[in-house]
């Protein structure tokens, strides 16, 4: 079993930068790919990041490529994106999630293929 949660969210005006953390209990070791996904009102969920293998190999939303970056720190068990430039239309529920590596990368952009999921961190970012 693996559990997460996010913290770090909150308001800032567009152009700052926030980071946000997900701490994971259970196996979560390079064995698992780690993302971050979004979710604005009214709107499906989105992929933003995925970081896996032990080459910590990430893929990035190209809506916030060269803005956001994902990284991990595995003695923390702990993944972080760090979100910078940000926008209005970054204002979402940020969720980060979990499944096992070993799939190609179009595998880790559904939302459908995660089993755990933490509750979420709101970010605002104000124009």
């Known amino acids: 079993q693996v559990q997460l949660v996010e913290s770090g969210g909150g308001l800032v005006q567009a152009g700052g930068s926030l980071r946000l953390s997900c701490a994971a209990s259970?196996?979560?070791?390079?064995?698992?790919?780690m993302a971050w996904f979004r979710q604005a009102p009214g709107k499906e969920r989105q992929f933003v990041a995925v970081i896996r293998g032990i080459r910590s190999s990430t893929n990035i939303a190209d809506s916030v490529k060269g803005r956001f970056t994902i990284s991990r720190d595995n003695a923390k068990n702990t993944v972080y994106l760090q979100m910078n430039s940000l926008r209005s239309e970054d204002t979402a529920v940020y969720y980060c999630a979990a499944e096992r590596s070993g799939y190609s990368i179009g595998y880790y952009l559904s939302s459908q293929n995660y089993p755990y999921w933490g509750q979420g961190t709101q970010v605002t970012v104000s124009s």
């Open positions: 259970g196996r979560t070791d390079t064995s698992y790919a």
